[in-house]
């Protein structure tokens, strides 16, 4: 079994004095799709922006590829081609989905103009209605498609780890889906290694290889994504009755 990609070991993380994770492990293999899932405030998104060093971490340690980059700066841990699509989404609303896109492609190290157009088609490919919306604002485009768009510049830095908060929030099933297919895509065809923060925990766990539950800033459990599924306390938590 090779190295993990990212490895998370004993992380704390607070703002002020709300400590929002209390000493969490995680580890992600290159190739593995690994679904964070847990209920509001438990710390999933602190979780995802802790790798860019916000908030920083003040105890514990985060490894990517083998280097130590707790404590990096935001811009140097974006340079290690670590890119994410944050909870909201938070596009460039008066820019164009093409200046958005470039946007990410800046984002990334030494990228030369035929890896960028390589990048470019990759992402029309997988989301063609951003291809026809290209010339329009971000802000007027609709939920599921700023989704796409947020996913879109978060791959034009070519990341080696792509992170995802809340894909399918508020979106229609059928959108969800095809943003979820897409992820499937990107792990299939490219190899591209996933953390999927998601609250709908039916589609992530269906998702992904492995997954993590995270209850008040700990990781409570975690197995593969078929395992965690049909587990009882899972099921009672957060699916029966719950977000589907
Ligand atoms: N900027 C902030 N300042 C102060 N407290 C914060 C801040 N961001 C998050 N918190 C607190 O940290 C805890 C974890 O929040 P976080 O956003 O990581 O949870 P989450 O699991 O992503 O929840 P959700 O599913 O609602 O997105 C919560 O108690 C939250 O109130
Ligand atoms: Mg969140």
Redesign the pocket.
């Known amino acids: 079994m090779s190295a993990p990609l990212l490895s998370i070991r004993g992380l704390v993380a607070a703002?002020?004095h709300?400590e929002?994770l209390k000493g969490v492990d995680l580890d992600i293999n290159p190739g593995e799709i690994v679904a964070l899932i847990?209920?509001?405030?438990?710390?999933?998104?602190?979780?995802m922006?802790s790798v860019f060093g916000r908030?920083r971490a003040r105890a514990g340690t985060i490894w990517f590829d083998g280097r130590d980059i707790t404590g990096l700066p935001t811009h140097h841990v974006a340079r290690l081609r670590i890119a994410q699509s944050p909870?909201g989404r938070r596009i460039f609303p008066r820019m164009t989905v093409a200046e958005n896109l470039r946007m990410g492609a800046d984002a990334a190290v030494e990228s030369s103009e035929a890896e960028r157009n390589a990048s470019l088609e990759r992402v029309f490919a997988l989301f063609p209605r951003l291809k026809e919306r290209i010339a329009q604002r971000g802000g007027t485009l609709s939920g599921g498609e700023q989704q796409m768009l947020a996913i879109g510049r978060a791959l034009m830095s070519r990341p080696r780890l792509l992170m995802l908060?809340?894909p399918s929030l508020g979106l229609a099933p059928l959108i969800a889906r095809q943003i979820f297919d897409a992820v499937r895509a990107l792990n299939r065809q490219d190899g591209l290694t996933v953390l999927i923060?998601e609250?709908n925990a039916n589609h992530a766990l269906k998702l992904a290889h492995r997954g993590y539950v995270?209850v008040n800033?700990k990781i409570t459990l975690s197995g593969t994504g078929t395992d965690l599924l049909a587990r009882p306390e899972i099921r009672a938590a957060y699916l029966e009755g719950g977000r589907h």
């Open positions: 703002y002020g709300i929002a847990g209920s509001n405030g438990a710390g999933k998104s602190t979780l922006m908030p909870e908060d809340e923060v609250q995270m800033g």
